[in-house]
């Protein structure tokens, strides 16, 4: 490897920049013609073919299997983690979820490789007594050095900067790939007297009338993911179009729906206000295995005039027992259950167990929801568990919709790794 005053130079070996050429962000240490060694964890390198032709600039990292993730393939850019160039790539991840319609309430802002800040999440949460949180994650060494340069762009893209207040989440597991140490949340900018433990964030309701946003109450230091599953709006919304004409049984019953891994309850909450909107009354039953969770969902879907049933269970094996089948709609939405590659036999038959126990609760003529999060489960593997489940419960289903992460989660054709949630949208004949 080369090292000059301004940048390492790391070269590809001879044919390994197809993949690379085609758009795809990461290289991996095999396809490196010298060894990555002796460069910082995160350090600013540039990337040249067998040919010494110049590929990108992005983020070095001897540590990891992926050793560059790349920022910026313009030549001219020398110093793309210059605070102007931040700001650009910030600004122009704002005007895409303007675009998108997602930049009033809250929202991913930053989502690392589509936003070409490889591993940098950044969430932007708007809350309902005026306040704003961003909170940030850094799940690659590059972009861990961003942080101090984030904080000082930060400013510029709130008019409430007074009122707004900076989490940094770098309380997960994933950076040890990284090389990266598991921190303690961090909060980088405080606002007297707002307290981040509950906090009331709006977000944009799934159907029209869009001018009064959900409310939901959740907790921004220790709630899971940065504090809320953004990514799944989108696949709220096509479930509320393609399920919306859902009936109860009876004209005298309430709408039941299973919400099966809630977490704050959005599936039921935001369905709720679909359904009552139609002036059918909704009944949630909120299932979780955290106790904390449960007690914000039951808040935020009764907030909606639903009833809800809370439940904390251990879907993985306690939905065999569970009393009441019959539900008008069912979701399931469990965590990754693949987490790695030698997970993938058990974790792809723990999908199928969950969702034939799913698909048994859902009545005749009724929908079915399923979702996985797990990037290591392809799609195909996904639709065989479905096919299967509906199958063992001797079940007809059509499936009506297919879901992908919502619009503030970018996608890029040439990256298939940002393409991990799926869901699954059907009836039930
Ligand atoms: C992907 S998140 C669900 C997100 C939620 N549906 C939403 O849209 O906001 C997975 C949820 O499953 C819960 N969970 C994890 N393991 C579980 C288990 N074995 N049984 C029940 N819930 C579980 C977590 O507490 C978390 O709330």
């Known amino acids: ?28 240490s095999n396809e490196l013609a ?22 990108a600039r992005g983020f070095g990292n001897p540590h990891s299997l992926i050793s560059f993730r790349a920022v910026s393939r313009d030549e001219t850019l020398i110093e793309p983690g210059s605070l ?42 708007f809350l309902q007594s005026g306040h704003q949180v961003f909170v940030i994650q850094a799940h690659t060494a590059g972009a861990d050095r961003l942080i101090s340069s984030v904080l000082e762009v930060l400013p510029e893209l709130t008019e409430v900067w007074e009122k707004t207040a900076v989490v940094l989440r770098n309380d997960v597991g994933v950076r040890k790939l990284e090389g990266l140490e598991f921190q303690k949340v961090n909060v980088l900018r405080e606002v007297s007297g707002l307290n981040l433990g509950e906090v009331e964030i709006l977000v944009k309701p799934v159907m029209a009338p869009f001018d009064r946003p959900v409310v939901f109450s959740t907790d921004l230091l220790e709630g899971q993911k940065t504090g809320f599953f953004l990514d799944q709006y989108s696949n709220i919304q096509l479930a509320a179009l393609r399920l919306g004409n859902l009936k109860p049984k009876s004209q005298k ?40 969770a449960l007690q914000f969902a039951q808040k935020n879907i009764e907030r909606e005039g639903a009833r809800c049933q809370t439940l904390q269970v251990d879907v993985l094996r306690g939905l065999a027992e569970l009393p009441t089948a019959g539900f008008d709609l069912v979701i399931c939405d469990p965590p990754a259950l693949i987490k790695s590659k030698k997970d993938t036999g058990p974790g792809a038959h723990a999908y199928l167990q969950l969702n034939t126990q799913a698909a048994r609760l859902v009545r005749p003529g009724g929908g079915w929801v399923s979702c996985s999060c797990s990037s290591l489960l392809t799609d195909e593997e996904f639709a065989h568990a479905l096919t299967k489940a509906a199958s063992r419960n001797s079940m007809d289903v059509r499936w009506l919709g297919r879901g992908t992460p919502s619009a503030d989660h970018p996608q890029l054709t040439e990256f298939p790794e940002g393409r991990y949630l799926k869901c699954w949208i059907g009836g039930v004949i």
């Open 253 to 292: 019953s309430k709408l039941k729906i299973l919400d099966l891994c809630c977490y704050v309850g959005q599936w039921g909450a935001q369905l709720a206000r679909v359904f009552r909107a139609q002036g059918i009354e909704v009944e949630v039953t909120a299932v979780d295995s955290s106790e904390k």
């Open 34 to 55: 010298g060894s990555p060694k002796g460069v910082e964890l995160g350090a600013w390198v540039e990337l040249r073919d067998a040919k010494d032709q110049f590929l």
């Open 84 to 125: 102007q160039n931040l700001k650009q790539s910030l600004l122009r991840a704002h005007q895409l979820r303007e675009l998108a319609g997602m930049s009033r309430l809250s929202h991913r802002l930053i989502f690392g490789e589509a936003d070409r800040l490889p591993g940098l999440v950044i969430d932007r949460y």
């Open 1 to 28: 490897m080369t090292q000059n005053a301004k940048a390492v130079i790391w070269k590809l070996k001879p044919k390994m920049d197809r993949r690379f050429r085609g758009g795809h962000p990461w290289v991996y």
